[in-house]
């Protein structure tokens, strides 16, 4: 079998990431912000600090490259998990390299140069300044004023070898003028991490590629630094529904670190889902992770977080490669007597259920067909009989929905025992 010759790829068609390696300080990265940014959901719940070194466990061995471990200015509370997640970090010689969000104050700061010297581990400082018009307007900021705030913070961090990621918020919504001076003084004073934020989940894909070519023609470059120097990270949200689009737009547009959470958790609607960014840069040949692990990260993110996961969610929901629908079923079912796995995988689905951790699963209800439950029977180990068959057949078209494993036995068994 020629898989190629199987599916045609209008995906392919006049289309290439094309990234030149020189002019990017290393490939497509990614930072997971699902103990920081994710747990500003309105619904999460905060793990414990078990539970939390389960997650990066996850973290780490899907090969993501950057952590957000938390907000130390929140208190003490806060600055106890991040350094009990330090320690598992250290202690387990994960590569993941960690980083915390801070604003651009001295005394938020100051906790991570003190974690710094206990652990003997560079932590990222990802310092945030809200820099868009109407943010400034409404705090009663001036430009004069930001740049001499951020001036102070990232000095600090720098003069005590705290690596610095500054972060504009709101960057998708600020004038050009004012992204390119805060960004260029940051550089001056040693900053080679800069963060373009949709803070409001407010840009489109093409706004993201407009912008991000500004930030590297018009602020890195002719701020005089060579590309490969500065680190362009994108972290965007989920207001209009884009964030895996603009996430991928900004992959395109070459970014160098991509943001997001564990299933989209966040203020508001969420930040950009980090588990659909990488299902779709993979089947896009971007990356080459390992994800089979994905599926039990998700499952293990959605039990601690206890924000809901609903069950349409796209490949991590319950839905997602189950179908009761008799055609699409039985084109399923072919697959699997085949046995081609890889076929059954893409035969009713765009995205492969196995390279995910995952499989197709086949339901019975009131759009199931005869096959539906031969393959149901003979998988739960039942004696496939006509009259079974037919009974579950007129027992399932009176359903309003699939049926449950448990509702289907329970109909056989009845009927086994009559």
Known sequence: MDASKLIYDWNAIDYEIKRNPANHPHGVWFDDETLRDGLQSPSARNPTIAEKTELLSYMER??????????????????????????????????????????????????????????????????????????????????????????????????????????????????????????????????????????????????????????????????????????????????????VANNIAAVEAGADVIHGTALGVGERAGNAPLDQTLVNLKLMGVIDNDLTLLDEYMRIANKYIEVPLPRNYPVFGEDAFETGTGVHASAVIKAMRKGDDWLADRVYSGVPAGDFGLKQVIRIGHMAGRSNIIWWLEQNGYEVTDELVSHLFEVAKSQRRNMLDSEVETAVHQFLNQ
Not at 139 to 150: A, D, H, P, Q
């Open 62 to 243: 899907l090969g993501i490259q950057k952590v957000d471990l938390g907000l130390p200015g929140a208190g003490p509370h806060h600055r106890e998990h991040i350094n009990a997640m330090l320690s598992h970090i250290i202690d387990n010689d994960y590569q993941i390299r960690p980083g915390a969000a801070v604003r651009t104050l001295m005394h938020d700061i100051e906790p991570l140069v003190e974690m710094q010297q206990q652990h003997g581990i560079q932590i990222q400082a990802s310092a945030f300044l809200g820099t868009s018009p109407i943010r400034q307007y409404t705090e009663g900021w001036t430009m004069e004023k930001l740049i001499s705030t951020m001036e102070k913070a990232v000095s600090y961090a720098v003069d005590n070898d705290v690596p610095v990621m500054f972060v504009t918020e709101d960057t998708t919504r600020s004038n050009p003028e004012d992204v390119r001076a805060i960004y260029q003084r940051a550089m001056e004073l040693g900053v080679r991490r800069l963060c373009v934020c949709d803070t409001c989940g407010h840009v489109t894909p093409n706004g993201v590629k407009k912008l991000l070519h500004f930030i590297d023609e018009e602020v890195i470059k002719d701020g005089g630094y060579q590309r490969s120097e500065i680190e362009v990270n994108w972290h965007g949200h989920q207001d209009r529904g884009l964030g």
